[in-house]
């Protein structure tokens, strides 16, 4: 089983709202990424989560607030989002940090009033 | 750092041809690489993947091919069935947790 399960499938939120997204996995894996996808883009890195610390922050307004609870378990915290960063919020994890083959979930499709 | 081009951005084939997606990276010390389908409202899914010790891989009708001396690789998708249409992406990776990413290629498939 690869799946990554991510929550909610939709968001809508104004710009002065606080929202999370939650995204979870049960294959044991130790690494745990955050991707933000434009329409008609690739995904672009924003975290990486690496045995539940963070390991790589790809310059991600503070906004955006990252949360590693357990091993399964991957949160991203939104405050005081701007129109721009709607988009696709995908996670994907790994078997671990040096092993390359990551697993996508299915999105947050976010839009930000 | 590394750059990943990916070409064509958009691919229109006839059910039962053949499809070419072909991608180029710059650092040599890259050694993974994924490619991943990505329908109209889904996350990507990997399809196929190639190490630098492969030259080659199959799987039913995906195939990917590795040139390490030029630095391209290609996705080969035989028999195409319109559940094939979708975005498609290359990636290249020089360490475990971080890819790059092609700029896409949209493949429509015609009945």
């Known amino acids: 089983d690869t799946e990554v399960t991510q929550t909610p499938k939709h968001l809508v939120m104004g710009m002065t709202n606080k929202k999370s997204l939650k995204c979870e996995q049960h294959?044991?894996?130790?690494?745990m990424y955050w991707y933000k996808q434009k329409a008609k883009k690739p995904p672009e890195l924003m975290f990486v989560y690496s045995y539940e610390k963070l390991s790589i922050n790809e310059s991600v307004p503070s906004r955006f607030s990252p949360e590693c609870p357990n091993s399964s378990l991957l949160n991203l915290h939104l405050h005081a989002l701007q129109p721009e960063d709607s988009a696709l919020y995908l996670c994907?994890?790994?078997?671990?940090?040096?092993?390359?083959?990551?697993?996508f979930g299915p999105g947050t499709r976010l839009t930000v009033l | 750092g590394e750059n990943v081009e990916q070409h064509p951005s958009t691919l229109s084939v006839q059910e039962g041809d053949s499809a070419v997606i072909k991608c180029t990276y710059s650092d040599s010390a890259s050694n993974y690489f994924p490619w991943y389908k990505q329908e109209l409202g889904k996350g990507p899914q990997l399809i196929i993947d190639?190490?630098?010790?492969?030259g080659e891989k199959k799987d039913q009708r995906i195939a990917v091919t590795l040139n390490k001396t030029a630095k391209h690789f290609s996705l080969h998708i035989t028999e195409t069935q319109p559940e094939d249409s979708a975005v498609y992406f290359c990636?290249?990776?020089?360490?475990?947790?971080?890819?790059?990413f092609g700029t896409g290629t949209s493949l429509t498939v015609i009945p």
């Open positions: 994907a994890s790994s078997q671990d940090p040096d092993y390359d083959t990551q697993y």
């Open positions: 294959m044991g894996h130790r690494a």
């Open positions: 190639i190490r630098s010790n492969v």
């Open positions: 990636a290249a990776s020089n360490r475990g947790n971080q890819f790059y």
